[in-house]
Structures are given as structure tokens and as C-alpha cells.
């Protein structure tokens, strides 16, 4: 009777045993972090203000809006265009590129791939990348960049300007060609 008894225990803990198996994918999925939660947005057209003047439109064909609490951000896959006004509310420069985001905790923009800047005085920034830092009120680049001005065309890597691109200065110039005007 023992011996019965000892078998139908150990039987039972052999059983026990193996129905107590987890399944891998159960398992990842608890160890998987929780996906952040996006919205997202078509035809987006946002207008920022200041003392009742319109300073900045931004139109995207798609907006993801992240509303995790601590990596608030806005991307734009599908691309950026952002037109700027001055005082007198007349566009002053158009921005434009194939990706962008906006850091809401960071207070920073980066915008990427075929980046174009042209202001309405017949300036233009072309590049891959560019940063502007809300905090500072600054933009900047260490990319190459192709800046076009009325007198020269000017090529180099990096750009560090403030936000209204009013001294622009290129980090490493690699080349400068003088446009020539036509006599008047």
C-alpha cells in the first residue's frame, strides 16, 4: 500500500509539473513594453499665433500625435510645410521637407530629408537635416548644406543661424560661386 501510494504521488507530481509549462509567446508578450499610444491625423493644418497675429502655419498630409507622457511628440511622416509671416502678416520664408518632428518636452523641431528654406528676399538653405531649438531661438545643421543668396552660392557642412536665418554662418565652407548679374 505504500508503494501505491508513493507511485499515485509521484504520478501526480509529474503531472503537475509538466501542465505548469508557460508558452513562450505568452511570455514575451508580458515582457514586451506597452506599445505607446498614437493618434493620428490627415490633411493636418496647424496655426500658431502671438497677440492675435498669424506667425506660423504647418500643413501635413499626416500627423502622428505620441500622448505618451513622457515622450510627448508630433511626427510628420509624409511630410512638412511650414510658411512663416512677418509683422505685417506676409509670408517671410517657406520651410519644406519630407519628414519632420516636434519634441514637446525638448522644445525642439528637426526636420529631414530634402530640407528646402526660401525666404521671400531671394535666399535658400538646402540640406538633409536641420534642428531649430525653440529654447534658444536658434537653428543649425552639421550636414552639408547649399546656401543661395542673391550675390554667390555657397556649399559647406554645418550651419548654425538664429531662427529668423538673419546671420547665418556656415561651419566649414567648401566652396563659394559668384552669380553674375546682368547689367541693368
Known amino acids: 500500500m505504500l508503494k501505491s501510494s508513493r507511485i499515485a504521488i509521484l504520478i501526480g507530481l509529474v503531472g503537475f509539473l509538466t501542465a505548469c509549462v508557460n508558452d513562450p509567446e505568452e511570455i514575451a508578450l508580458l515582457e514586451r513594453p506597452p506599445t505607446a499610444q498614437i493618434e493620428v491625423a490627415q490633411g493636418v493644418r496647424i496655426i500658431y499665433s502671438d497677440s492675435a497675429k498669424v506667425r506660423v502655419i504647418i500643413e501635413a498630409p499626416t500627423m502622428h500625435n505620441y500622448v505618451d507622457p513622457a515622450k510627448p511628440k508630433q511626427e510628420f511622416p509624409d511630410g512638412v510645410l511650414v510658411t512663416f509671416f512677418d509683422e505685417m502678416q506676409d509670408t517671410s520664408s517657406?520651410?519644406?521637407?519630407?519628414?519632420?518632428?516636434?519634441d514637446k518636452r525638448e522644445n525642439q523641431?528637426?526636420?529631414?530629408?530634402?530640407?528646402?528654406?526660401?525666404?521671400?528676399?531671394?535666399?535658400?538653405l538646402e540640406t538633409e537635416e536641420l534642428i531649430w531649438e525653440q529654447r534658444d531661438e536658434r537653428i543649425h545643421t552639421n550636414k552639408f548644406v547649399v546656401v543661395t543668396q542673391p550675390d554667390a552660392i555657397i556649399h559647406g557642412y554645418g550651419l548654425e543661424a538664429p531662427q529668423d536665418f538673419s546671420r547665418a554662418r556656415i561651419k566649414q565652407v567648401t566652396g563659394r560661386v559668384p552669380i553674375n548679374q546682368a547689367p541693368q
Open 109 to 124: 523641431v528637426i526636420v529631414r530629408d530634402s530640407v528646402v528654406w526660401q525666404s521671400m528676399d531671394n535666399r535658400m
Open 94 to 102: 517657406i520651410l519644406s521637407a519630407y519628414w519632420g518632428q516636434y
